[in-house]
Nanobody, 120 residues
Framework: QVQLVESGGGLVQAGGSLRLSCAASRRTFTNFAVGWFRQAPGKEREFVAAIKWGGGATDYATAVQGRFAIFRDNAKSTVDLQMNSLKPEDTAVYYC?????????????WGQGTQVTVSS
C-alpha cells in the first residue's frame, strides 16, 4: 500500500507559476511510475505528466509540454510538478498517483488532490 499526499496548490494569475509536491509513504519505488493528473469541473480526469522513480524518464501531455516540468526532489523525497506560464485552462484539481511499473497506464494509488486556480 502506498499513501500519497499532495501540497502546493493555490490561486495564481495567468502567466504565473506554482510548484506542486507529492509525498509518498514509501521511500523505495525503483520501478514505479509517479504521475500527475488533473480534473477540471465538468471534465474527465486527464494525464498531465509522469516520471519513472528509479530512472528519471519522463512523459508529458501535449497541453503542458514546455510549460510544466516533473522531477524528483531527492532532499524531500517527493515528486514535484513545476508549473510555469499557467493559463486559466490549467485550473483543476491536481492529483498525484503511483503505478507499479514504467511505463504504465495503470495507477493504483492516488492522493486526495490539491486545487489549482488560474485567474485571467
Amino acid at each position: 500500500q502506498v499513501q500519497l499526499v499532495e501540497s502546493g496548490g493555490g490561486l495564481v494569475q495567468a502567466g504565473g507559476s506554482l510548484r506542486l509536491s507529492c509525498a509518498a509513504s514509501r521511500r523505495t519505488f525503483t520501478n514505479f511510475a509517479v504521475g500527475w493528473f488533473r480534473q477540471a469541473p465538468g471534465k474527465e480526469r486527464e494525464f498531465v505528466a509522469a516520471i519513472k522513480w528509479g530512472g528519471g524518464a519522463t512523459d508529458y501531455a501535449t497541453a503542458v509540454q514546455g510549460r510544466f516540468a516533473i522531477f524528483r526532489d531527492n532532499a524531500k523525497s517527493t515528486v514535484d510538478l513545476q508549473m510555469n506560464s499557467l493559463k486559466p485552462e490549467d485550473t483543476a484539481v491536481y492529483y498525484c498517483a503511483a503505478g507499479a511499473s514504467w511505463p504504465t497506464t495503470r495507477y493504483d494509488f492516488w492522493g486526495q488532490g490539491t486545487q489549482v486556480t488560474v485567474s485571467s
